[in-house]
């Protein structure tokens, strides 16, 4: 059994919406900043849509794990692992991120120590084939596992791809220990 605590990080919008055509559909700089903080220093893990989604990769100051199913997959700058189970096991880290998609954070949420999720409270559009969707990291208690509600802090911050102020919040949810 694995020592290294896992989380599982992830924006959501107020109706579930993660992702838009392969990109996130809000661009907060609070948002950035505290995933940032977060992961920092730990290993972030990741499917291969959210790594080829990135602007930047690897993410600097964390060593990055990319789960995929494709065989011979490279991910320059970053390993390889077919499971997130095996990344947590190939991570040098104590501290893991899984930082999306749907799949992982599923996969994921049943060993996540803990969950860090943003709730960007705006109903975005959901058009069949080209949204991401995860309800389930608004309530993880709707999920049947043990997770509690340890910390909230809320903010309204501004949308720069719409110049909207809209309200953000911060969760962090521990799993029960019995």
Known sequence: MSTKEVSVIGAVSHNGVYGHEGRIPWDIPEDLAHFKRCTEGGTVVMGRGTWESLKVRPLPNRENIVVTNTPNYLALGAWVASSVAQAVEMSSRDKVFVVGG???????????????????????????????????????????????????SDAFMCDRITGDMVKVVFLKWKRKVW
């Open 102 to 152: 749907i799949d992982m954070w599923m996969e994921a949420i049943h060993i996540a120590t803990e969950l860090l999720i943003t709730v960007v409270h705006k109903t975005y559009p959901v058009i069949p084939g080209a949204t991401r969707l995860a309800p389930e990291l608004l309530d993880p208690k709707k999920t049947s596992l043990p997770f509690e509600c340890c910390g909230v």
